[in-house]
Every structure is written in C-alpha cells, then in structure tokens.
C-alpha cells in the first residue's frame, strides 16, 4: 500500500486512492440498507431496554436506566430484593435452553451434513437428481414443516406413534411434544432433519474445492480410506466447515419459529427469541423483552466471537494469498 | 350531437346504478378478524349475508390460529401499528381492559341494543364507562359424557370429580379389555395456554378454593382445596386422560372425542352441533351435564367464556364497521349462530326462543350455568392479567407434568404473583 501512494505523489489519485474511493461509492448503497435494516433497528432496541417503553405506547417510554436488566428493590417491609433479566429464571431457563439446542442440533447436523456430503460427492447415477432431492426439508418453510411435524408427532393421531407401535418400538402412544421429557427431543429432531440438507450444502461445496490428484496420489501410496478421510480431506475443508458451523450457530441461537409453532409454552423448550417475544407483546413488557433481545445480541456476538478465536477461523481470507 | 347523447346516457346510468343501491355510498369491503375454531370459519359467509345484502357492503373474514393466546398476540401488534387493514376484531371476553385504548366507545351506537343483552356481559366489556366491544355470544363449559357407554355400565353422569374418574376408569378398562385399545376415559385441555387457566380455574373453584385472584385484588390461589384439585387432575394424566392431553388445546380434546375414543369431555358448547354433525362417529351417543364438583354441596365452576366484537380505532371504514358490529351482536345473527353453531347468546330474549330449543336443546338448558360463571380475574389484575394467566397455567401444567407438587408449585406461584403485584394492580 505505502509503496504504490508514492507514485501518486505529483498530485491527483493514485491509482489505489481512486480505486478505493470507487469502491466506496460501490459499497454505499449496502452499507446504506444495511445501517437501515441492521444497525438502526439494534441500537433502537437497545435504547428501548433502557427505557420503560409499552408496546401500546412506542413513544411515550421515559429513561430508567438499567433497571430492566437488575435492580434493586426495598419492599415495604424493608426487604431488599433484586428485579429484572438478570436475576430472572425464566430467563436463564430460556438461555440454557438455547444454548442446550444450539449445541446438540448443530453438533448433529454437522455430523449427518458431513457424511450426506461425502456420499453426495462420490460419483454415482442420477447424482443430480438425489442432490436436488435432498435439499427438499431445507427448502419447506419452517412455519409449514413445523405444522407438519406437529401432526406427525400428535399423540393420538400421529403417524410415528402408529409407525412405532406397529414395529413393536413403543408399548404406548407417546405426548411427544407435550412431555416435558420429550419435547426438546421433538423440537431437535425436527430442526435436524431440516437443517442437515444445508449443512450438506455448504460442506459439499467445500469437498468439490479439494483437488483430486491429491486422492489419487493417496490411492497409489495405499493408504486407507479412513486415514485419507481424517488426514486430507478433514484438513482441506475445515473452512469450509467452520463457516457453515458459524452460520447454524447464529441461526440456532435465535431459533424461533419451530418452538413457537411446536411447543409455544412449554417450560422445557421456550427459548430466548420466544420468552423476549412473550415479554414484548403479550405481557406488554416491551422494554423488558427489549433488554432480553440486546442480552440475546450479546450472548450470540460472544459465542461467534469465542468461536473464532478458539477456532482461529480465518473469515477475512487474508490466509489464502 | 354525438358528445350530447353520451352525456346524457352516462347521467341515466348513474342514476339506476344509484336506484339499485340506494344511496350515493360506495360498497365498502369491511375486513373481520377472528379465531378459527370449529364451524365458525364456514358459517360466517351464510351469517353475515343478509347484512352484506342489506348494506351492499361485503365482509372478509381472516381466520387467525385457534388459541386465544397467539390471537392476543397477534392483535396487539396489529392495534399498536395502529394497522387499517382490520376493522373489526372479536375479541376474548378477558381482554377488554388491555386492548380498551385501541377501540371506538360503543355505547351511544348501541344504547338501544344493550339493554336487550345480560348486564354481566355488558359490564365485562365497560372499561372506565366506555362499552369496548359488544358481545356476540357467550360460552360457559360443559361436561360432555357418552349416553351409549355409561348406559352400557349401569353409571349415571358423574355429580363429584371422584366419580368421574371412577367411572372413566371402569368404562377405559372395560372397553379396552373388549379391543378398543385407543378409548380414554376423560379429554380436556392441558397445554400451556390460556385454556388451562379455564380448566384449573373449575378444578380449583369447584373444590372450595378460590379462583386465583380474589375480585378485590387479593392473591387466594396458595391454599389445601387448590392444592387437592390439582393433585386430583394430575392423577388423571397417563391414568384416565392419555399423556398426550398436556398438549391438547380445544380441538385436540375435541378430535379424541368426535371420533368417539373418549367417555368424558371437557368443552365448551360448539361441540356441541359439531359432535352431532353428520362426520361424527358420536353423533347422537352423547349427553351434556354441568361439571363435577369437589365433594357433594359443593357448587360446580363453570369458567365464563364468550366472545365480542370491536371496533378498531384505527379503521378507515368505521361507519359500515359499526353497521357491521350492531348486526353481529343483534338478535338476528346470534339466532343464526345460536342454531347453526351452538353458540350461547348473549341476548336474554332467544332463551325463550322455540327455534333455538328446537334445534338445540343444550342452549335453554345453559342459561343457569352460565349466569353463575366464574369470571377469570381479568377484572382486578387489568393489564397485567395476561401475565398472571400465563404464570397460573405455567404452574399448573407443570404440576401436571410432575415437576414439583402442587404445595411446592403453589407457593411459588403465590411469591410470583405477590411480586407480579407490586404496590397494586
């Protein structure tokens, strides 16, 4: 950079400046729509939370500080107690929920992903057709394959209960969305198999990056399959993956819509997205579900963060030249 | 010659097309927002026409989810937008003090209609002296049993809550024993939603203890009679109502029951017709009592229910909405809705009516256990109501499904409605 400004120095842009300003005036128009629908909205909530705004009343909130995050209360008989998210249950119910389901549906779907990707990138007939095929749960609407599953899931009419019942799996029709022992297992499944075909996606693109000569050269050493799987292939599309990992793990913090239309009050499932929701509009709490959804901004932005320095996931691309 | 004769032509249009419909009034397109439970989506085309006829406006009806829950909070949003798309709402008989700022005052429009109407229900829909929606109709449960079964087991319909269970123990064994492996001996609803509020509410109520939030504010809900309803109705999960009934809302229990694998059911009266109907696998098998009680004496609860209908402030075609609204909440259309879906009228004269006990016999027989309804405690909680409700069925339906007992739930409870409470309501 500092070598080519001195050839510009006789006055004018150098041709680096002029490209740069270019490129700025290429990227305004995002950065416009992205200050809109992101940054505005964020820090709107944010101010929200800060305030003792009421949904009946957008503008009408007052400043109050902290106090919807933690706050110190004297009841009349002079005991002190603490109010607000922080020292809220539910909330840390919700947070371990989330954080619970991110963890064991992301872990499946890269696993399930990883070996439909492998299997999608061997060569066999009528590949194109079973690679179509097998984005179909990715492409339904959440909200509609939902519905679905709550159907297939219903205790009394539900077809995997009969399915179960038949084969001698159960000797009894299972609440599986209404057990409290089960409905987090119900909620998981769905989101894997709706998920798993995405992961796919993303992990196959990144196999059909690894160059072939390097399997072929493997082939002529002898090297088993299994060594070439952890030694050549793992290491070659780890990018690829931790990438696709990040992506679910923001998607499956904030996961909304499945719970909402599976188990909508269920204690066992109720995530952060839906208690702040809960809190927002039909508690009329809106500032109160405002200071949830900055928490629920927060507890995302360290997790991603955590995961890329741990990881040492390298997003800027600046390892590749 | 050519220009004068158009003229003339488009003026003798105008004119019919003026004749025809009456006034110089464009035809509005009026959009009706409601929860879809039963046959009310079907019949709402063949209950409004004579006003579409009347007026040559049309209505639209958008059918919302079934729970009341996710209704509530989809209409929130909407009246907070200030949103002009809707200009009526039905709306649950519990939520007029929340949703009170986003209506027009109907009571100079109605004055003439409401004395016709039960003064409890207009009362439950005043806010501050200003008359938020009209009711259109009524609702109090009903304890609906098989005729067919119980005759078959020399048992009468159940008068306590213990005999209940006894005799849909004794029918669930016996029929079972005889093939019928998917017969349950009682559906009612018990997922986490406002309907739960409504079953406790009975349970609670019909043993002696209170109903939650007393009407002067005081929190009654951690007592003995409480805590014996609930470990009553948690004995019947897995034994008499199947698992699965912690997760049934209205139309669950009333799948179980239509297809006829239940003996006893909780519901409100819209199943009524709708069992009867000709796709019913009980048409005909069964009869309607009032719920059990706690122990003989005791009274039975009926949770009050019904539905009303608002008028949004924020419409842009407020004059046909209230039209519109009058019509909904008059004789003529609760007629057609009390014979067409059960629906109990609000109106004190269709009682009387020979139509209506003709074709539903349910509905003279429902005016006692209605006007002895238990109110839920909108009332005394007003906008934190929702929150109270949602905190009392959390409660419950986590006794029911055995996290913690009803004593130690209970209490909990009490501490989170004390601290809900604050200085007051």
Same mark, same amino acid.
């Given at each position: 950079?500092?070598?080519?400004?001195?050839?510009?120095?006789?006055?004018?842009?150098?041709?680096?400046?002029?490209?740069?300003?270019?490129?700025?005036?290429?990227?305004?128009?995002?950065?416009?729509?992205?200050?809109?629908?992101?940054?505005?909205?964020?820090?709107?909530?944010?101010?929200?939370?800060?305030?003792?705004?009421?949904?009946?009343?957008?503008?009408?909130?007052?400043?109050?500080?902290?106090?919807?995050?933690?706050?110190?209360?004297?009841?009349?008989?002079?005991?002190?107690?603490?109010?607000?998210?922080?020292?809220?249950?539910?909330?840390?119910?919700?947070?371990?929920?989330?954080?619970?389901?991110?963890?064991?549906?992301?872990?499946?779907?890269?696993?399930?992903?990883?070996?439909?990707?492998?299997?999608?990138?061997?060569?066999?007939?009528?590949?194109?057709?079973?690679?179509?095929?097998?984005?179909?749960?990715?492409?339904?609407?959440?909200?509609?394959?939902?519905?679905?599953?709550?159907?297939?899931?219903?205790?009394?009419?539900?077809?995997?209960?009969?399915?179960?019942?038949?084969?001698?799996?159960?000797?009894?029709?299972?609440?599986?969305?209404?057990?409290?022992?089960?409905?987090?297992?119900?909620?998981?499944?769905?989101?894997?198999?709706?998920?798993?075909?995405?992961?796919?996606?993303?992990?196959?693109?990144?196999?059909?990056?690894?160059?072939?000569?390097?399997?072929?050269?493997?082939?002529?050493?002898?090297?088993?399959?299994?060594?070439?799987?952890?030694?050549?292939?793992?290491?070659?599309?780890?990018?690829?993956?931790?990438?696709?990992?990040?992506?679910?793990?923001?998607?499956?913090?904030?996961?909304?819509?499945?719970?909402?239309?599976?188990?909508?009050?269920?204690?066992?499932?109720?995530?952060?997205?839906?208690?702040?929701?809960?809190?927002?509009?039909?508690?009329?709490?809106?500032?109160?579900?405002?200071?949830?959804?900055?928490?629920?901004?927060?507890?995302?932005?360290?997790?991603?963060?955590?995961?890329?320095?741990?990881?040492?996931?390298?997003?800027?691309?600046?390892?590749?030249? | 010659? %050519?220009?004068?004769?158009?003229?003339?032509?488009?003026?003798?249009?105008?004119?019919?097309?003026?004749?025809?419909?009456?006034?110089?009034?464009?035809?509005?397109?009026?959009?009706?927002?409601?929860?879809?439970?039963?046959?009310?989506?079907? %019949?709402?085309?063949?209950?409004?026409?004579?006003?579409?006829?009347?007026?040559?406006?049309?209505?639209?009806?958008?059918?919302?989810?079934?729970?009341?829950?996710?209704?509530?909070?989809?209409?929130?949003?909407?009246?907070?937008?200030?949103?002009?798309?809707?200009?009526?709402?039905?709306?649950?008989?519990?939520?007029?003090?929340?949703?009170? !700022?986003?209506?027009?005052?109907?009571?100079?429009?109605?004055? !003439?209609?409401?004395?016709?109407?039960?003064?409890?229900?207009?009362?439950?829909?005043?806010?501050?002296?200003?008359?938020?929606?009209?009711?259109?109709?009524?609702?109090?449960?009903?304890?609906?049993?098989?005729?067919?079964?119980?005759?078959?087991?020399?048992?009468?319909?159940?008068?306590?809550?213990?005999?209940?269970?006894?005799?849909?123990?004794?029918?669930? !064994?016996?029929?079972?024993?005889?093939?019928?492996?998917?017969?349950?001996?009682?559906?009612?609803?018990?997922?986490?939603?406002?309907?739960?509020?409504?079953?406790?509410?009975?349970?609670?109520?019909?043993?002696?203890?209170?109903?939650?939030?007393?009407?002067?504010?005081?929190?009654?809900?951690? %007592?003995?009679?409480?805590?014996?309803?609930?470990?009553?109705?948690?004995?019947?999960?897995?034994?008499?109502?199947?698992?699965?009934?912690?997760?049934?809302?209205?139309?669950?229990?009333?799948?179980?029951?239509?297809?006829?694998?239940?003996?006893?059911?909780?519901?409100?009266?819209?199943?009524?017709?709708?069992?009867?109907?000709?796709?019913?696998?009980?048409?005909?098998?069964?009869?309607?009592?009032?719920?059990?009680?706690?122990?003989?004496?005791?009274?039975?609860?009926?949770?009050?229910?019904?539905?009303?209908?608002?008028?949004?402030?924020?419409?842009?075609?407020?004059?046909?909405?209230?039209?519109?609204?009058?019509?909904?909440?008059?004789?003529?259309?609760?007629?057609?809705?009390?014979?067409?879906?059960?629906?109990?009228?609000?109106?004190?004269?269709?009682?009387?009516?020979?139509?209506?006990?003709?074709?539903?016999?349910?509905?003279?027989?429902?005016?006692?256990?209605?006007?002895?309804?238990?109110?839920?405690?909108?009332?005394?909680?007003?906008?934190?109501? %929702?929150?109270?409700?949602?905190?009392?069925?959390?409660?419950?339906?986590?006794?029911?499904?055995?996290?913690?007992?009803?004593?130690?739930?209970?209490?909990?409870?009490?501490?989170?409605?004390?601290?809900?409470?604050?200085?007051?309501?």
């Amino acid at each position: 950079m500092a070598t080519n400004d001195v050839g510009g120095a006789g006055g004018g842009l150098s041709l680096s400046q002029q490209r740069q300003r270019a490129a700025f005036w290429f990227i305004a128009p995002m950065l416009a729509a992205l200050f809109c629908v992101a940054a505005w909205p964020l820090m709107r909530t944010i101010w929200f939370s800060l305030t003792n705004t009421a949904l009946s009343d957008l503008y009408g909130g007052e400043w109050i500080g902290f106090d919807n995050y933690l706050s110190l209360r004297v009841l009349d008989s002079g005991r002190w107690i603490w109010r607000g998210t922080l020292v809220d249950p539910a909330w840390w119910n919700a947070v371990w929920n989330t954080v619970r389901f991110a963890f064991v549906s992301v872990f499946f779907e890269t696993i399930l992903g990883l070996i439909v990707a492998l299997v999608l990138n061997a060569e066999f007939k009528g590949r194109g057709l079973v690679r179509a095929a097998i984005l179909i749960p990715w492409a339904i609407p959440t909200i509609v394959s939902a519905k679905m599953w709550a159907w297939m899931l219903n205790d009394q009419f539900g077809i995997l209960n009969d399915i179960m019942l038949r084969l001698g799996l159960i000797d009894q029709k299972i609440a599986w969305t209404a057990s409290v022992d089960t409905a987090m297992y119900a909620v998981l499944t769905v989101d894997i198999w709706k998920t798993t075909p995405f992961m796919a996606l993303l992990i196959l693109a990144g196999l059909q990056m690894v160059p072939r000569d390097i399997y072929e050269a493997a082939k002529l050493d002898g090297i088993n399959p299994v060594k070439v799987f952890f030694k050549i292939t793992l290491p070659l599309i780890r990018p690829a993956l931790a990438v696709a990992i990040i992506f679910r793990m923001l998607d499956a913090l904030r996961i909304f819509d499945l719970v909402y239309v599976l188990t909508p009050n269920s204690a066992a499932t109720k995530t952060m997205s839906v208690i702040s929701r809960e809190n927002m509009i039909d508690f009329d709490k809106f500032a109160y579900g405002a200071a949830q959804s900055t928490l629920l901004f927060a507890i995302i932005a360290l997790f991603v963060s955590l995961y890329i320095w741990l990881g040492k996931v390298d997003l800027s691309g600046e390892g590749q030249k | 010659m %050519n220009i004068m004769k158009g003229r003339a032509f488009r003026a003798t249009a105008t004119a019919a097309m003026l004749a025809v419909f009456g006034a110089p009034v464009m035809a509005e397109e009026i959009f009706y927002v409601s929860g879809a439970v039963g046959a009310a989506v079907e %019949n709402f085309k063949t209950l409004v026409k004579p006003w579409e006829d009347a007026t040559g406006n049309t209505v639209t009806m958008v059918p919302m989810p079934a729970s009341t829950t996710d209704q509530f909070g989809q209409y929130r949003l909407w009246l907070a937008a200030g949103a002009t798309d809707i200009d009526l709402y039905q709306t649950d008989v519990i939520w007029a003090p929340q949703l009170a !700022d986003h209506f027009v005052d109907l009571t100079d429009v109605a004055k !003439d209609l409401v004395p016709t109407h039960f003064p409890s229900i207009i009362e439950s829909q005043t806010v501050n002296g200003k008359l938020v929606a009209l009711p259109i109709f009524t609702d109090a449960p009903a304890l609906y049993y098989r005729k067919d079964l119980l005759e078959k087991y020399g048992k009468t319909p159940p008068k306590t809550w213990a005999e209940l269970a006894e005799t849909a123990k004794i029918i669930q !064994d016996g029929e079972r024993a005889e093939g019928k492996a998917d017969l349950w001996g009682f559906v009612w609803q018990g997922n986490a939603y406002e309907g739960l509020t409504c079953d406790a509410l009975e349970w609670i109520k019909s043993y002696g203890g209170g109903q939650i939030v007393e009407p002067d504010g005081t929190i009654s809900v951690n %007592n003995e009679n409480a805590v014996a309803a609930l470990e009553m109705a948690k004995s019947w999960v897995g034994t008499i109502s199947p698992d699965g009934v912690l997760a049934y809302q209205e139309e669950e229990a009333r799948g179980v029951w239509q297809t006829g694998n239940a003996v006893f059911m909780r519901n409100w009266p819209y199943a009524y017709t709708l069992g009867n109907g000709d796709d019913s696998a009980v048409k005909g098998l069964f009869g309607v009592t009032t719920l059990p009680v706690g122990k003989e004496g005791d009274a039975s609860a009926a949770t009050l229910g019904g539905w009303n209908v608002a008028v949004s402030k924020y419409s842009t075609h407020q004059e046909a909405a209230i039209s519109l609204a009058l019509y909904l909440a008059g004789p003529e259309a609760q007629k057609q809705r009390a014979i067409a879906e059960s629906n109990l009228p609000t109106i004190i004269a269709l009682y009387d009516d020979p139509d209506i006990a003709a074709a539903q016999p349910i509905i003279p027989q429902w005016k006692d256990v209605f006007l002895n309804a238990v109110p839920r405690p909108s009332a005394p909680t007003l906008g934190k109501y %929702n929150e109270v409700s949602a905190k009392f069925w959390s409660a419950v339906h986590q006794t029911l499904s055995g996290e913690g007992t009803a004593a130690e739930n209970l209490e909990l409870l009490e501490v989170e409605l004390t601290d809900l409470k604050g200085s007051g309501w």
